[in-house]
């Protein structure tokens, strides 16, 4: 983030110095003497001054707008998915996507509470959670545990670990995960029924925090199916 505001300074004094060129041409008025000079060099100093400052604000000023504005942004968005030779059982497959639930201070009951009215409204045959189910080690999952079991007795819930998960006690997050019947993918996969046919599902671990393994999670798949 730092470096690409970095980035904007250098292209806008890159702008700010064309501009005054070109405004020098128009107005005829070309630079003379060292007064000349120091008035474009002082104008100069006092945008790269301003420039700096948003280079140190920005990156400040966009965390906090994920935090406190866009974290209750929720969008529920459908893609169809195309995909060739598939068994007639599985064609109307609904399959719900959520991931960086980040439980915490900024993301409490009342915000879980409608991410899971959300989920279950689209009313999928499955549900998928890729990771971060808290924000920082110290953070509590008990209100979105209590969600996700809600959403469990209702659709199979399938899930790995993020990094942020790792940061805490991983072990006892997937315990608390696993007693409320949710799957949790470690490198690891699970071959489920639906209508009759097969389905592949399988999940490995964070590469940032640990060691991620898709051969070891793939072993066993019946790959002819």
């Given at each position: 983030?730092?470096?690409?505001s970095?980035?904007l300074?250098f292209?806008l004094?890159?702008f700010f110095d ?8 128009i107005?005829?008025?070309?630079l ?12 100069r ?20 707008y994920g935090?406190?504005l866009?974290?209750?942004?929720f ?8 995909i060739?030779?598939i068994?007639e059982s599985?064609?109307n497959?609904?399959?719900a996507?959520i991931?960086d ?7 409490g009951?009342?915000e879980?509470s409608?991410w899971?009215k959300?989920?279950?409204?689209i009313e999928p ?13 110290r ?7 209590e969600?996700l079991k809600?959403l469990?007795?209702?659709?199979p819930v399938y899930?790995?670990l ?5 940061w805490?006690n991983?072990?006892?997050?997937s315990n608390?995960l696993k007693r409320?019947?949710?799957k949790v993918f470690?490198?690891?996969n699970?071959?489920?029924d ?6 592949n599902l399988?999940?490995v671990e964070d590469?940032?925090q640990?060691?991620p393994?898709?051969q070891r999670?793939m072993k ?6």
């Open positions: 983030m730092l470096f690409r970095y980035v300074i292209l004094l890159k064309t501009f005054n060129f070109i405004l020098n041409k107005n005829n008025t070309p003379q003497g060292n007064k000349s000079e120091n008035e474009l060099f002082k104008g100093r006092k945008f790269i001054g301003i420039a700096a400052k948003t280079a140190v604000i920005s990156p400040l000023f966009v965390s906090g935090v406190l866009e974290r209750e942004n969008t529920v968005r459908e893609v169809n998915i195309k060739g030779n068994p599985l064609k497959l609904r399959i996507h991931s639930i980040h439980t915490g201070i900024f993301m009951e009342r879980i409608r899971i959300l989920v279950s409204e045959t499955i549900l998928f959670i890729t990771g971060d189910f808290v924000a920082t080690s953070d509590s999952v008990k209100s979105c545990i969600g809600y469990r007795s209702i659709m899930c790995c993020g990094n942020h998960d790792y805490g991983e072990i006892e997050l608390k409320i019947g949710v470690r490198n690891s699970e071959v489920v639906f209508g009759g046919n097969e389905l399988c999940g590469m940032r640990s060691t393994d898709l999670a066993g798949f019946n790959r002819e199916k």
